[in-house]
Structures are given as structure tokens and as C-alpha cells.
């Protein structure tokens, strides 16, 4: 499985991006895709998961700001980051796996994008 992601850039304390992951193949079965994180000097942290027992999960430090969906083919998987803050700073990887148990935010993911950029400024 190959993820490219997009969407990245720079903006604003309060701004908005909404990243996007095309996979090469579509999910079935068992699966989760989801974002993650890694700011300079931080370790990778999980940031979202979507899998296919139907749940999401978010790190405490994005829920009730952004919001991962993904679009009919399970092909493309989204990241919508609202009222962003310069502690979003960080490189932003999208990632699939496709085992049991479902990994949720576990940092130990099969595949993996190149990641995209996003800059706040305060």
C-alpha cells in the first residue's frame, strides 16, 4: 500500500487546513487509517484513527478540533484541523494498517506516508 498526503502549509493561530491521503489501494476488511505527528524534537504522536469496527479516536489535545473522515471508495482519507495553534506545528503522516487487533493510535502502523508539513504561526 502506497499514501501520498497533501494539504499541508503554513498558517495562522486560529486557521484551518484540511490534509488529504490517497492510498493506492482501497480498505476493506479489517483496517484503520489514521494521522500522525512528529514535531521537531517530540516523538511521533497518534493524532486520529478511523477503523473499521466503525469507531474514531483522537488524542486529547485535538478533540472537539479536528476531524478524520475518509470518502466512499476508502481511498482518500482526511484530516479537517480547525482553530489551529502553534503547538499543531509538526509533520503530519497518514498511515494504514490492516491487522487484528486494530491498532487505533498505537504507534506501530504497516504502512506509512512521506508526510506534509503544517506551520502555525502565532
Request: hydrophobic share 30%.
Amino acid at each position: 500500500v502506497q499514501l501520498v498526503e497533501s494539504g499541508g502549509g503554513s498558517v495562522q493561530s486560529g486557521g484551518s487546513l484540511r490534509l488529504s491521503c490517497v492510498a493506492s489501494i482501497y480498505a476493506s476488511g479489517t483496517y484503520c487509517m489514521a494521522w500522525f505527528r512528529q514535531a521537531p524534537g517530540k516523538e511521533r504522536e497518534g493524532v486520529a484513527a478511523m477503523c473499521s469496527d466503525g469507531r474514531t479516536t483522537y488524542a486529547d489535545s485535538v478533540k472537539g478540533r479536528f476531524i478524520i473522515s475518509r470518502d466512499n471508495t476508502r481511498k482518500t482519507t482526511y484530516l479537517q484541523m480547525n482553530n489551529l495553534n502553534p503547538e499543531d506545528t509538526a509533520m503530519y503522516y497518514c498511515a494504514r494498517d490492516i491487522r487484528w487487533p486494530l491498532r487505533g493510535l498505537k504507534d506501530d502502523y504497516q504502512y506509512w506516508g512521506q508526510g506534509t508539513q503544517v506551520t502555525v504561526s502565532s
